[in-house]
């Protein structure tokens, strides 16, 4: 059974960075893509990033620059480097494994794992 256990997040003032980690269990994680996404209070839970088995990797535009998502297959590991951070960054960020790609994007209803979630709050 997969597992994806998320840590990092917290509260931070806008222009601040947080990483977020997420460690996975199971002996497929090298050739997973992975991804994080993010839901607000009232919204849809949304793409942000994702890493192919190649490491390849996928933004939305309005992340791009700012954050960086990146593995290490030998730790079952993916991250979220998020740096410049602004308000509007404020959600839940859920960790995902197995996710298709479609048009540079993933799409929340397809994600076969996902993680419990971490809080991220940037204040003004």
């Known amino acids: 059974q997969v597992q994806l256990v998320e840590s990092g997040g917290g509260l931070v003032q806008a222009g601040g960075s947080l990483r977020l980690s997420c460690a996975a269990s199971?002996?497929?994680?090298?050739?997973?893509?992975m991804g994080w996404f993010r839901q607000a209070p009232g919204k849809e839970r949304d793409f942000v990033a994702a890493?192919?088995?190649?490491?390849?990797?996928y933004y939305i535009d309005s992340v791009k620059g700012r954050f960086t998502i990146s593995r290490d297959n030998a730790k079952n590991t993916v991250y979220l480097q998020m740096n410049s951070l602004k308000p509007e960054d404020t959600a839940v960020y859920y960790c995902?494994?197995?996710?298709?790609?479609?048009?540079?994007?993933?799409?929340?209803?397809?994600?076969?794992?996902w993680g419990q979630g971490t809080q991220v709050t940037v204040s003004s």
């Open positions: 995902a494994k197995d996710l298709p790609i479609f048009g540079s994007k993933g799409d929340a209803q397809t994600v076969r794992y």
């Open positions: 890493i192919t088995w190649g490491s390849s990797t």
């Open positions: 199971g002996r497929t994680f090298s050739s997973s893509t």
